[in-house]
């Protein structure tokens, strides 16, 4: 079983930023795809960025490319969700997955694990 808790949500003016985190324990985190999703109110779950074990693949939803950037420290066991130029629209819940694959994926339902989520709302 594979436990992932998300922190360092909150409540940010546009144009700022915000880096989440996401701990991982339970199984072997460097052998993970990790991904990050967003939920906004009456909304679908949608894709955000994912990196694969290593860091050396990363992909990005394009609404946010040029703006997120995700890493990860496989000593801390942690993937990190970096955010600047924060847009109104990004306000959502954030979702940390991970995926026992050896294969970076968009798609939700390949995620094997999944965080409670933390909030982050931007102001216009």
């Known amino acids: 079983q594979v436990q992932l808790v998300e922190s360092g949500g909150g409540l940010v003016q546009a144009g700022g930023s915000l880096r989440l985190s996401c701990v991982a324990s339970?199984?072997?985190?460097?052998?993970?795809?990790m991904g990050w999703f967003r939920q906004a109110p009456g909304k679908e779950r949608e894709f955000v960025a994912t990196i694969n074990w290593n860091g050396g693949i990363t992909y990005y939803a394009d609404s946010v490319k040029g703006r997120f950037t995700i890493s990860r420290d496989n000593a801390r066991n942690t993937v990190y969700l970096q955010m600047n130029g924060l847009k109104p629209e990004d306000t959502a819940v954030y979702y940390c997955?991970?995926?026992?694959?050896?294969?970076?994926?968009?798609?939700?339902?390949?995620?094997?694990?999944w965080g409670q989520g933390t909030q982050v709302t931007v102001s216009s």
């Open positions: 997955a991970a995926d026992v694959g050896a294969f970076i994926s968009i798609i939700e339902s390949y995620y094997d694990y």
């Open positions: 339970g199984r072997t985190f460097s052998s993970f795809t």
